[in-house]
């Protein structure tokens, strides 16, 4: 059982930084994949960022390259997502992730086993 808290400063201006944290409970947090979506209002859920359990290998979608920058503290059981330049149409909920079943597919939120609250981060124009 893995369980996972977001947290971060949720308002900020358009072109700022802000970094999420997510912080995880259980031993077992280190064989985990990790990911981050997002949700805005009256929009499906979309796939922001994931890295492997093992922190070698990072996934981004297209809107957030370049900017977005996922990464992993397993001594600290945390996982991250710096957010760069920051645009108001990324104003949403978001959310982390865990999941290490066969099949995993990082931007297939159907895959991960395990959701934070989210946490609401909204960029003003």
């Known amino acids: 059982q893995v369980q996972l808290v977001e947290s971060g400063v949720g308002l900020v201006q358009a072109g700022g930084s802000l970094r999420l944290s997510c912080a995880a409970s259980g031993r077992t947090f280190s064989t985990y994949n990790m990911g981050w979506f997002r949700q805005a209002p009256g929009e499906a859920r979309e796939f922001v960022a994931a890295i492997r359990w093992s922190g070698a290998v990072t996934y981004y979608a297209d809107s957030v390259k370049d900017r977005f920058t996922i990464s992993r503290d397993n001594a600290k059981i945390t996982v991250y997502l710096q957010m760069n330049s920051l645009k108001p149409e990324e104003t949403a909920i978001y959310y982390c992730?865990?999941?290490?079943?066969?099949?995993?597919?990082?931007?297939?939120?159907?895959?991960?086993?395990?959701w934070g609250r989210g946490t609401q981060v909204t960029v003003s124009s």
């Open positions: 992730a865990a999941g290490n079943r066969s099949g995993w597919r990082a931007s297939l939120a159907s895959t991960y086993e395990y």
